[in-house]
Every structure is written in C-alpha cells, then in structure tokens.
C-alpha cells in the first residue's frame, strides 16, 4: 500500500466518525427544536451578550447560516434545555460549530477535506471535532507532502515505542530474575 492509499484510507475512516459525530450535533439540535436562531432586533436584550461577545468573523457565519425570521431567540433555547441562556447559548454554539467544521470537511478541494479558519468557528479546531482520533487532524488532512511526512513521523514514534517497551519489559524480567536469587 503506498502512502498515499494510506492517508486516504486513515481520512475515510476519520471522516465517517466526524458524520457520526456531526449527526448526533444536528440531532440535538433538532430534538431542542433549536435549528434557527432568531434574528435580533435592533434594541435586543441582555439575552443577546454572548453574541455581541464573539469574534466578527463568527458573528457573519451565524447570521448567515443559523439565523431566521422564523428562529427561536436565545431564551426560548434556553428554556427548552433546562439552562441559563449562557450555558445554553454555549453548548448551541458548540453544536454549531461542530456541524460547521464536520460539513466543511466533507468538502473536497484536491483530494483533501476543507478546513475553516479557527476564527469563523470561535477558536474551534479540527482537534477539537474528534479528538480521540489518535491523529493530529489539522496535519492529517493537510496537503499530501505535510500528511504524509506527519504519518511517516508517527511510524517512526509508533516504532520506537514498541522497541522501548520491548527493552523495558526485558530489563523488567531480569531484574525479577536477579531479584530471585
């Protein structure tokens, strides 16, 4: 298998945990009834201090793609899951932009997924969507050059730590067999 079939390989399997992952946020979501957010007025309250708190840039992604006329404002969320607006702005948020980054990824441009910028999505990374993975996901998804030197440097880790685990366990046993004498 070269390292190409490789990385395509690994990134199938990561891709299908981040659908999975994606789906449970949208099914949250949905199950809160909390798709859309209200657009708010020009005078809006105190409910709406966690939006005038975010970066620009994650501002625009919410107005343009989780905002309606027709959207619930933030304490009908709130009230719906049983928190504070606060902490249920947060984990809306949180929901949002695991949706955002995961459909970005399954956007293919050369090969690759897409990755947003950090600052659309509030300093979320891609680490952060699936950080069981066992990869470094911003290097894994990168172009081929900088995936593949990152997966051949996870090999040589991966090797090395085996050879130090078989040399621990021998200097284990012989110290038990000294130890017996």
């Keep these: 298998m070269t390292s190409f079939e490789v990385v395509k390989a690994i990134r199938k399997n990561v891709l299908t945990e981040i659908d999975r992952i994606v789906d449970e946020a949208i099914g949250e979501l ?8 209200a657009i708010p007025g020009k005078y809006a309250g105190g409910e709406w201090d966690w939006f ?5 840039k994650e501002q625009r992604r919410i107005e343009s793609r989780w905002m309606s006329e027709f959207g619930q404002g933030p304490d009908l969320i709130a009230h719906s899951w049983h928190l504070d607006v606060d902490e249920a702005m947060a984990e809306w948020l949180r929901y949002t932009r695991i949706i955002h980054l995961g459909l970005s990824m399954k956007i293919r441009k050369s090969g690759r997924g ?8 509030g300093g979320f990374r ?8 066992g990869y470094a996901l911003e290097s894994l998804f990168a172009p081929s050059p900088t995936c593949c030197e990152y997966l051949d440097e996870l090999d040589r880790d991966m090797r090395e730590d085996a050879e130090y685990r078989e040399v621990t366990q021998w200097i ?4 038990l067999e000294l130890a017996t004498f």
């Design 30 to 37: 949905e199950r809160h009834e909390a798709w859309r957010l």
């Design 126 to 133: 891609l680490d952060d969507l699936y950080p069981d993975s």
């Design 172 to 175: 284990d046993s012989s110290t």
């Design 52 to 56: 005038r708190h975010l970066e620009r």
């Design 114 to 121: 897409y990755v947003p910028k950090s600052t659309t999505v």
